[in-house]
């Protein structure tokens, strides 16, 4: 692996975006705006606001993470420019770490100003504080690109690449304990939620909401989430393909 | 003759059983311009990424200067443009440059010095900050044809590279194409166009998967009785079946 590479790959899928002012704007600003929405959904009932919102700051990043990702490395395959890539010395692991840092980056611009909007205007109260809060919207933003990167191998079109948001993202996000705590869902519910990573993800949102200090069972949900990460990287290195 | 390409035995097969390429046997000589020439779906794609190693090969083995198709040591001198433009649009022609020579693992001190070089090469000094995507398609052929230049490599694998150009244009490619053969790196070529035929070295006439001539173009004239390769490649089609 070269640092070189992974870094040069990190700055160009970032130079990417900048060139599309559009896109840009619509991960900064749809999630504070989605917050302020939901705020005024909840008029009146300020406990359910502040107790889901904190959940939404661990969900956005991994959803806009996973359509960007899936998409742009989408493109990636079939405008051939991967393809030359894996004939030149750039490793697989530079490249999929490269786009890994920066999405990374960009869901942790995205998590500053939705949690400045969040903690700010709309006085969520996070006891975990706003480090904390930022360090799990990262590891969702992270956990987006690994699956985005892992799942674009399996589309032909960006259409279809869309399509697997619903068919990837929305049964994890049914069951994730946004909309009811877990242990009152069905045992066969349970059972899947247990296995994917959205819900640690949001458990972890959970506990940062309501403990001060950083608990072991915070440290497990975050390892959780990373190794489902990590894990979906390699899945994706795996559909690279390159002799030698 | 030295050979830059040996392949032997070569299959491969996709899904359900299709077979792409059916026992391929080629040698193609160093230092020439070589055409790969023959219809869409006769398999030239297949065959040239096998060769740069970017596909898995069913049986058989492929030798690129000595070595594996595919394997590190020729990551340096083997480049190759696909036939999609294989570039980023929603960069600038400097900033697609700059991101394929750092890929290269060409050191920052160098990068601007290569940089200017491949911009005068492709003719492109003065479009360096412009989006590609706002390039003209001859102009993005030349962004891709300056990747595929990086670091002089001994061969150079373009997959039609002149379709959809106007005839200036290729014309002007093809007297880069013979000036980079003059400075001693091997081309490979794939066309569909029997035209660009006469203007390599080396031909190589593929058709539904098999190889049915790979010879100059002068022996092919002579051997088939022919005035020109489209002549020649219909005796050959007309003689198999």
């Not at chain 2, 040591?73 to 400097?94: A, F, W």
Request: hydrophobic share 45%; charged share 15%.
């Amino acid at each position: 692996m070269s640092l070189n590479r992974t870094i040069s790959t990190t700055k160009r899928v970032l130079s990417q975006l900048k060139h599309d002012k559009r896109t840009i704007a619509l991960i900064f600003i749809v999630p504070p705006v989605l917050l302020t929405i939901l705020k005024y959904v909840f008029d009146g009932q300020s406990q359910v606001f502040d107790s889901i919102a904190p959940m939404l700051l661990g969900i956005f990043p991994m959803i806009m993470m996973f359509l960007i990702s899936s998409i742009v490395t989408l493109r990636e395959r079939s405008s051939g420019t991967l393809s030359r890539l894996m004939t030149m010395p750039i490793s697989k692991t530079d490249f999929i770490f490269g786009y890994a840092l920066a999405f990374s980056l960009i869901g942790l611009f995205q998590a500053l100003i939705t949690s400045g909007v969040m903690l700010g205007l709309l006085r969520v109260t996070v006891l975990g504080g706003t480090i904390q809060t930022l360090i799990i919207a990262v590891i969702a933003s992270f956990l987006g690109t690994s699956l985005g990167l892992f799942t674009s191998a399996f589309a032909r079109s960006e259409f279809q690449a869309i399509q697997f948001m619903p068919a990837f993202i929305f049964p994890q996000l049914l069951v994730c304990g946004l909309f009811i705590a877990r242990n009152n869902m069905a045992k066969p519910l349970q059972w899947f939620a247990d296995i994917m990573p959205l819900s640690y993800s949001v458990d972890a949102m959970k506990q940062i909401t309501i403990m001060s200090n950083w608990g072991h069972v915070l440290t497990k949900d975050i390892v959780i989430v990373l190794l489902f990460a990590i894990f979906a990287l390699v899945l994706g290195s795996t559909t690279i393909h390159r002799k030698g | 003759m030295s050979s830059i390409v040996k392949i032997n035995n070569l299959n491969i097969t996709v899904a359900r059983n299709l077979s792409i390429l059916k026992n391929i046997n080629l040698e193609l000589p160093l230092g020439q311009t070589i055409g790969f020439i023959g219809p869409s779906g006769a398999g030239k794609t297949t065959l040239i990424r096998a060769i740069v190693g970017s596909l898995k090969i069913s049986s058989g083995e492929i030798f690129v200067l000595g070595q594996r198709a595919g394997s590190k040591e020729l990551r340096h001198k083997v480049s190759y443009m696909t036939q999609e433009l294989s570039i980023y649009p929603d960069l600038t022609v400097k900033e697609n440059l700059i991101y394929f020579i750092t890929m290269m693992g060409i050191s920052k001190s160098e990068t601007e010095k290569i940089l200017q070089k491949l911009l005068d090469r492709v003719d492109l000094s003065d479009k360096a900050n412009i989006l590609v995507n706002n390039l003209s398609s001859g102009q993005k052929q030349r962004v891709s044809l300056a990747i595929a230049l990086i670091d002089s490599p001994e061969l150079i694998v373009l997959d039609e590279p002149t379709v959809g150009l106007d005839p200036v244009l290729r014309q002007k490619l093809w007297l880069l194409f013979n000036d980079l053969s003059r400075q001693g790196s091997t081309l490979i070529i794939s066309s569909h166009s029997m035209d660009e035929a006469s203007k390599c070295d080396y031909l190589v006439l593929v058709r539904d998967g098999k190889i049915i001539a790979a010879e100059t173009p002068t022996e092919l004239l002579r051997r088939t009785s022919s005035k020109t390769v489209e002549e020649s490649f219909l005796k050959l089609v007309g003689d198999k079946e």
